[in-house]
């Protein structure tokens, strides 16, 4: 069992950052890929980013790459995600989800977080 709570989410303007935290309970978090995802309001919900157990690989979907960073805490049961040079379509929902398997899909992950609403301004 994994717990997932995000932390980070607000109101910002246009070309702010934001840092979310995704702070994770359970012996397993350590051993888990863990992700974020955002849901707009009537959209679907998206991949944003991953980052594999060790920490060492990300990948990023296209609309965040060269903006957004993701990456583990050592030592901690945290994984962040830096938001750079945000636009008014990175406004959504944002969820964390945590797995064994490093997917890209809503259906590789097995564990997820409440979410943390982020909201860009014009």
């Known amino acids: 069992q994994v717990l997932l709570e995000e932390s980070g989410g607000g109101s910002v303007q246009a070309g702010e950052s934001l840092v979310l935290a995704c702070a994770g309970s359970?012996?397993?978090?350590?051993?888990?890929?863990v992700a974020w995802f955002r849901q707009a309001p009537g959209k679907e919900r998206e991949f944003v980013a991953v980052v594999t157990w060790s920490g060492g690989a990300q990948r990023y979907a296209d609309s965040v790459k060269g903006r957004f960073r993701i990456w583990r805490h050592n030592g901690e049961n945290k994984v962040s995600l830096a938001m750079n040079s945000l636009k008014p379509e990175d406004t959504a929902i944002y969820y964390c989800?945590?797995?064994?398997?490093?997917?890209?899909?809503?259906?590789?992950?097995?564990?997820w977080g409440q979410g943390t609403q982020v909201t860009v301004s014009s």
């Open positions: 989800a945590a797995d064994s398997f490093t997917g890209y899909e809503v259906a590789d992950f097995a564990y």
């Open positions: 359970g012996q397993m978090f350590s051993d888990y890929a």
